[in-house]
């Protein structure tokens, strides 16, 4: 088989790249490791920036999102027992968020693919990339117990955090930098509606909670936990009375609680890979980074790669130029560097860090109170949530 893009990976890079491909006339094959089922069966932060918003539009799958997402003009912040507003739309001259989980928009990209014919090959087995310091990059995999190989003119590296793309990089070429943090996240969805209708981000010394949605009857809720702690150990009624203890009592009265759909433990890292382009391999997603959920950038900076790389492979295949593959990387790691800090900071400011003692707490209570008696550091916070330019 040939085809002009290889794209490893199903996910929403992987897919969002493929769909503007696509459309664009610039043939396309998509391999995937796991099945569509497992694929939507991973549940990851909803939260749109408008730059991300409108890359789904160009790709032609905005309708449902525009119809169904809820369009978040504000969060709040809980520490020291009160609820703080900040007003992303008022201090960033009018911009806002969309809370639409990142399910459905993986979802309306599938729908798409499939409408659109573009070949995906699911459940593709060892997947192998080669050739790709060279002009013939080709890509083998196994597929129904029969071994296949795909020529291509570039391989885009989709296959998130432990894909084959990155690790096929010889260790010479590519540096990482990595921060793993001690603690977890452990999730719960429920069908319940939200307890406010604005995201509360929490700061307690039990730990950080996060009270998000997914629509107005559909509620996500997270907990900081310890790494050693499974998810056999929280039973529901365990979760609902832990965050109970994290929220003011306002937010105590309105909660409504239920069985949950889904609960789940995730550890927190910040990761780069620089840089992000080797000959005919460009990594894109989590293949090339990872945000800690805090801020929720991980789908957004797979947006802006995304834009990024299509951008110059449009510009390739159009007029045969080379600038905007060869400034890829540069570009989009500097976008990439910036959520990063974001996501760290944010991440820093509102968990628990029992390593940092009393001092790294009067640190983090004197930030929050910098951050509500200053409108120039809300306004950091607010351009950052609501996404920097592309
Ligand atoms: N061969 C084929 N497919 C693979 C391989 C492989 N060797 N390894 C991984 N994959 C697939 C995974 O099964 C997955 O479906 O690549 C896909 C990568 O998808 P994601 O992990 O969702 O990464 P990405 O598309 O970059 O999406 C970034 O998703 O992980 C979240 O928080 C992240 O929101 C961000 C967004
Ligand atoms: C989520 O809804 O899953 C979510 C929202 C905001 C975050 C992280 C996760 O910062």
Redo the contacts with the bound molecule.
């Keep these: 088989m040939r085809t002009q893009v290889a794209i ?9 790249l493929g769909q503007l491909l696509t459309r664009a006339g610039i043939a396309n094959v998509i ?4 099945t569509p089922e ?2 939507l069966g ?1 549940i ?2 909803g939260v749109l920036e408008q730059g991300a918003v409108a890359m789904l539009d160009e790709a032609g799958v905005g309708a449902r999102l525009h119809a169904e997402g809820l369009v978040h003009g504000g969060i709040e912040i809980l520490w020291a027992g009160t609820r703080h507003r900040v007003d992303l739309n008022g201090l960033t001259g009018g911009k806002n968020v969309i809370v639409y989980g ?1 399910t459905e928009v ?1 979802k309306d990209l599938m729908d798409a693919r499939r409408a659109s014919g573009a070949t995906s090959v699911y459940e ?4 192998s990339v080669h050739g790709f310091d060279g002009t013939k990059p080709v890509v083998r ?1 196994r597929h129904g117990g029969a071994a296949h190989e795909l020529e291509c003119d570039f391989i885009a590296g ?8 990155r690790q096929s990089v010889p260790t010479r070429a590519i540096r990482t930098y990595e921060r793993v943090y001690p603690f977890g996240w452990l999730g719960l969805l429920s069908e319940t509606p939200p307890v406010s209708h604005e995201l509360i981000y929490v700061s307690h010394e039990r730990g950080f909670a996060l009270c998000s949605m997914r629509s107005h009857t559909r509620s996500r809720y997270y907990l900081q936990c310890s790494l050693d702690d499974k998810v056999e150990d929280w039973s529901d009624e365990r979760f609902w009375e832990e965050l109970g203890k994290r929220l003011d009592a306002r937010a105590v009265a309105d909660l409504v609680t239920g069985p949950s759909i889904e609960k789940s433990i995730a550890p927190l890292r910040s990761f780069v890979a620089e840089p992000l382009r080797f000959g005919r391999l460009f990594l ?4 090339g980074h ?2 800690p ?1 805090t801020g ?7 947006a802006s ?1 995304v834009r990024y790389l299509y951008d110059g492979l449009a510009e390739y295949y159009r007029k045969g130029a080379t600038a905007g593959l060869d400034a890829y990387s540069e570009r989009a790691l500097r976008r990439i560097w910036k959520a990063e800090r974001f996501s760290w900071w944010m991440t820093n400011l509102l968990h628990r860090f029992p390593e940092n003692g009393p001092f790294g707490e009067k640190m983090q209570l004197a930030e929050l109170d910098y951050l509500f008696s200053s409108k120039a550091a809300l306004t950091a916070l607010a351009e950052n949530y609501v996404g920097l330019p592309y």
Aim: charged share 20%; hydrophobic share 40%; aromatic share 6%.
């Design positions: 490893i990976g199903a996910g929403p890079s992987g897919l969002l391999l995937e490791r796991h497992y694929v991973r990851r932060a990142q993986t593709a087995e060892e997947v995999y989709c296959d998130g955090f432990h894909g084959v793309c894109a997603g989590d293949a990872i945000v959920p929720a950038k991980g789908l957004n900076l797979a790669d």
